[in-house]
């Protein structure tokens, strides 16, 4: 296809062009993802390792989504996708192949009544970490959206540990390096749940990636991995 593998993540491939112009892309057999995403998603399965029902939590508008639910069809995983819109969700059953789709407020997660074993919440924020794509988020965002935005992300995060099984794992991901969207947010989780611990990301990450660490935490930046800036946090639920 005239690309190149990209640097960390191993599903990857930069390809300087129209994505139209490739045939796996018109197919829907491929799709243009940020390389920080698909780490997000890469290393949330490689954690994830054993763990047999996932859930993607806040899905639309499906590429983390997609590359979840292809690997986990080839590990014989379960996958539920989960999104609030049901346009958005109209494109995540497209990406998704036969996975299950909820359409419904992640906040009422507990409303079906089922448990999972990994559970990812790339939850909706203030977007910085895109700036380079979107510089005009800039000047659209505000303290008050910083504020609402913090109260959501928060109540999303409990609703996932609510249908967290014993033992089981929840990422907590955002597309913004701010630090109350990253570290306070996992401080924030880490008291209010006194039953999750942090996981240390470190071994997960693709070599050569030791930069993107912050504490136990991911935390890529786009000056340095020429990516968006994304955040993620993995906790495991102490069983009984």
């Given at each position: ?6 640097e ?13 112009s ?80 909820w ?26 970490g ?14 008050t ?96």
């Amino acid at each position: 296809m005239g690309g190149v593998p990209t640097e960390f993540s191993e599903y990857g491939i930069k390809f300087d062009g129209i994505p139209n112009s490739l045939e796996p892309v018109r197919r829907r057999r491929a799709g243009v993802q940020d390389e920080g995403s698909q780490l997000v998603a890469q290393i949330f399965s490689n954690v994830a390792g054993r763990s047999q029902r996932w859930l993607d939590l806040c899905a639309g508008p499906g590429g983390k989504a997609a590359l979840l639910s292809s690997i986990a069809q080839e590990n014989g995983k379960e996958f539920t996708a989960n999104e609030v819109s049901q346009p958005r969700a109209e494109l995540v059953r497209q990406v998704i192949g036969s996975a299950r789709v909820w359409v419904g407020d992640g906040r009422e997660i507990a409303s079906h009544g089922e448990l999972f074993d990994a559970i990812l919440a790339d939850v909706p924020c203030t977007g910085l970490g895109a700036l380079r794509r979107r510089p005009e988020v800039r000047w659209r965002r505000t303290v008050t959206d910083l504020r609402a935005l913090t109260a959501l992300q928060r109540e999303l995060s409990d609703s996932a540990v609510s249908v967290l099984a014993d033992g089981g794992l929840f990422a907590y991901a955002t597309c913004s390096p701010h630090f109350a969207e990253t570290t306070v947010a996992v401080a924030d989780i880490l008291k209010a749940h006194p039953d999750l611990e942090q996981i240390d990301l470190a071994p997960f990450l693709p070599e050569g990636l030791n930069s993107a660490m912050r504490g136990k935490s991911l935390s890529l930046w786009t000056h340095r991995h020429q990516s968006d800036s994304m955040f993620m946090a993995v906790f495991r639920k102490k069983g009984e």
